[in-house]
């Protein structure tokens, strides 16, 4: 066991000066192609890997020394020429090493060039490979070896579209691979909790922790496999994989693979393999956090309806719901244990997913309703606050789907739920009920739904059992009072029976309420009551509408517009500065953002009654705004576009050519940011149409006399765009090429069209 921080510091210095001695004198070997000096020197630097003492996250950076060491003997051993071994004679002689760590990198990394070299089926090499890894069963040692041979052989499994797939090698041989190594490296990872004395078993949880990953890379491999389709993912991957998970009995190993199992495998595979999945979840450990793993798996599936529509009906075609809702209520079952909010989320995940694939089916959701209430009568009394804000997200959840309180009024449970919360989430309750009938026009129109909304509101308009009203902050209870008398005037029918019954039911409940509550709600009944008796005088006359509805998108317009319509300095600027508000509090929506930013910029660049003080404080405000929206492409054309409120055509206009080219370099590096994004994701380069767009814009100041754009930056320009075309010739992109060939004939007009415009477009190389 280790001594300390500072003796394990001393074991990793002396293990990575192994490796650095050994491999100095393996790399003088591969210089002077000496094969025999090359695996001597290779086998000791591994070697260093057989340590005991170093924790997994010390072991990782003695791995990774070893790793890009292994990299340079690779392109040796690729190379016959250097050491004239064939590389079937090489994979027999790697097997001489007097120690087997050592032997088996060697050997993975020796049957990586054998299977490129395919000179034997890749499926032979592989299946010896991952049996003969079966000899290291050191726990850390074991899990970093077997993840050398996925990290080495992940490229060279015959899948669909591989070159090392035919007729003796197929998907499901890549497949067998990987799971069989899956299994292994998840067997030396739960075996890692026995190791050691009992007394550090907080510590061995910590580095068990830190080891995860490895055993997850093997399912991020398999979902990465082409020929892994829904029919093999179903037959074969899933229940391999969900039997191994089961039968490890092992909590930390089963959270973690379930999770990933959820979280790399297509949202499609799991819907057509749902009842497979949840079949799993009753069999994991009682300790395993059952809740988290089936709210993630919720979470994704709302997400996917939420996707397309096109996708609801294979929802409907595998009864998902259904098929959640036994599995949750299994689980809850047999997990006697499980606290009260963990049975809460779990119905509030499944809330989430029916109000977004079957927001139509309002008794699913008085079924979930109804499981919650089941629950909570079984607690004598809810405590816990995280349970009662999860509550309160259950009865949030249809106000915020249907916004119409009218709807949650048909939900025979939704009162039942309400009357578990204690008297203080219970008023909380209440006024976001009130809020959204209030922020969504809501009208009560009948007398049974009036009766429901005010055994909901209870706790607002009467004092509850336990509740001490003379406690209450005076503010707070001014507020919600007033809520309620705002409430009252949203309650209308036009029958003036039905109006009278509503009244009728109002007042029964607001007379209960008491002195202090009175002042404010009966005077807004007495209102609504005059209202009646004009309507049945006949002088109620034409209710007055409501007014146009106006969003935050139309505000913000209007706003912009103003702002452009006005002479006065300090009024534009303040039309602007409440653009701006509107902007960063309103507007959240990513497509709503680049429309709204683009209307700022256009609209400032054509104002000139700013000085210059006012004008560089909107102009930094609107630069800002444009490197921070959500999509590189769109950060890239707003931060162009800003290099138009620097320099304007008209007689008196700004023209100031430095901040033009700090604008345009500044998209030049968004675009190459988002060149290098698609490249890590696809492995390939993203589109050049940004770059071409920019080209453009230096065409366009070049033309204007901007004399801070000279020829030479367009030419390197179109040079830097030559080259990331040619790097990417195997995702052609039609529309760039077409934008390219349409500018660069341009150039080339203007050079021949000769003047003083010719000569300023001569330097141009095409």
């Not at 809810?382 to 949650?408: F, G, H, W």
């Not at 990331?724 to 660069?744: G, R």
Request: hydrophobic letters at 40%.
């Amino acid at each position: 066991m280790l001594n300390g921080t500072e003796d394990e510091e001393k074991w990793l210095a002396e293990g990575i000066a192994g490796i650095q001695h050994n491999a100095f004198y393996m790399h003088r070997a591969l210089d002077s192609n000496n094969l025999r000096e090359a695996l001597k020197y290779s086998a000791q630097m591994l070697s260093e890997l057989r340590t005991s003492k170093l924790s997994p996250h010390k072991y990782y950076e003695l791995y990774m020394r070893a790793f890009d060491e292994l990299k340079r003997l690779e392109l040796f051993f690729k190379d016959d020429s250097k050491h004239g071994v064939s590389v079937v004679d090489l994979y027999e002689l790697v097997q001489h090493a007097g120690n087997i760590l050592p032997r088996l990198y060697l050997l993975c990394t020796v049957g990586s060039i054998y299977i490129k070299s395919k000179e034997a089926p890749a499926k032979e090499v592989l299946k010896d490979l991952v049996e003969m890894c079966r000899g290291v069963q050191h726990p850390i040692r074991g899990l970093f070896l077997r993840s050398y041979l996925a990290q080495i052989s992940r490229d060279k499994l015959p899948d669909i579209g591989s070159e090392y797939e035919g007729d003796a090698d197929t998907v499901m041989d890549a497949v067998d691979f990987v799971l069989q190594n899956f299994t292994e490296m998840n067997k030396l990872w739960v075996r890692m909790q026995h190791q050691g004395p009992g007394g550090v078993r907080e510590k061995r949880e910590k580095e068990r922790s830190e080891l995860q990953d490895l055993v997850g890379k093997n399912l991020h491999v398999l979902s990465q496999i082409e020929g892994v389709d829904l029919e093999m993912y179903k037959e074969t991957v899933l229940p391999r994989v969900l039997e191994q998970v089961v039968n490890c009995k092992d909590d930390l190993a089963q959270y973690y693979l379930m999770d990933c199992i959820i979280q790399v495998f297509p949202d499609e595979y799991h819907l057509q393999t749902l009842e497979t999945l949840l079949g799993a979840c009753p069999q994991l450990q009682p300790t395993v956090d059952v809740k988290t793993v089936l709210s993630r798996l919720m979470d994704r599936l709302s997400n996917y309806a939420a996707s397309s529509a096109d996708v609801l009906p294979e929802f409907l075609q595998v009864e998902a719901f259904s098929k959640l809702s036994n599995a949750i209520g299994k689980v809850i079952e047999a997990q006697l244990d499980m606290p009260a909010v963990g049975a809460i989320t779990l119905y509030v995940s499944l809330l989430t997913f029916t109000l977004r694939v079957h927001p139509d089916r309002l008794d699913h959701v008085d079924q979930v309703l109804g499981a919650c209430v089941k629950k909570l009568s079984n607690i004598p009394k809810l405590e816990d606050s995280r349970a009662m804000k999860q509550v309160v997200a259950l009865l949030s959840a249809p106000l915020e789907k249907y916004n119409d309180i009218v709807t949650a009024l048909t939900l025979s449970n939704y009162p039942r739920v309400m009357d578990h919360l204690d008297i203080g989430t219970n008023k909380l309750m209440a006024m976001v009920i009130i809020q959204s009938i209030m922020k969504n026009n809501s009208c009560i129109s009948t007398a049974d739904k009036v009766e429901v909304l005010f055994e909901l509101i209870k706790g607002l308009i009467k004092d509850i059992d336990g509740a001490d009203v003379d406690e209450l902050d005076e503010e707070d209870f001014k507020e919600e009072q007033n809520s309620v008398a705002r409430l009252i005037h949203m309650l209308y029918n036009d029958e003036p029976e039905e109006m009278l019954k509503i009244i009728c039911i109002v007042r029964k409940h607001t007379m209960v309420g008491g002195p202090k509550r009175l002042p404010f709600t009966v005077s807004s009944l007495v209102f609504s009551a005059l209202r009646l008796l004009r309507q049945l005088q006949g002088q109620e006359g034409d209710i007055v509408g409501e007014e146009a509805s106006m969003t935050p998108n139309k505000n913000f317009q209007l706003l912009t517009q103003a702002a452009n319509g006005c002479d006065i300095e300090h009024v534009a600027y303040e039309f602007f500065t409440q653009a701006f508000v509107l902007y960063e509090e309103e507007i959240a929506d990513s497509k709503a953002q680049v429309t709204a930013i683009h209307l700022i910029i256009g609209t400032l660049q054509r104002m000139n009654v700013f000085g210059v003080e006012n004008r560089d404080t909107l102009t930094h405000k609107a630069t800002g705004y444009s490197a921070r929206l959500l999509k590189k492409a769109d950060q890239c054309r707003a931060v162009y576009a800003c290099s138009h409120l620097f320099w304007v055509d008209d007689q008196d206009g700004i023209k100031d050519g430095e901040r033009v080219l700090l604008c345009l370099k500044r998209a030049l590096r968004i675009a190459n940011a988002a060149q290098q994004m698609a490249n890590v994701a696809r492995g390939s380069g993203g589109p050049v149409s940004l770059f071409v767009e920019i080209l453009n814009k230096y065409i366009y100041f070049f033309e204007k006399g901007n004399k801070q754009i000279t020829s030479s930056a367009i030419q390197g320009l179109i040079e830097l765009i030559n080259t990331e075309m040619q790097s990417d010739s195997t995702n052609p992109d039609s529309v760039a090429d077409a934008f390219l060939a349409s500018t660069l004939r341009y150039i080339q007009f203007q050079k021949q069209k000769g003047g003083v415009m010719g000569e300023k477009f001569e330097s141009i190389k095409l």
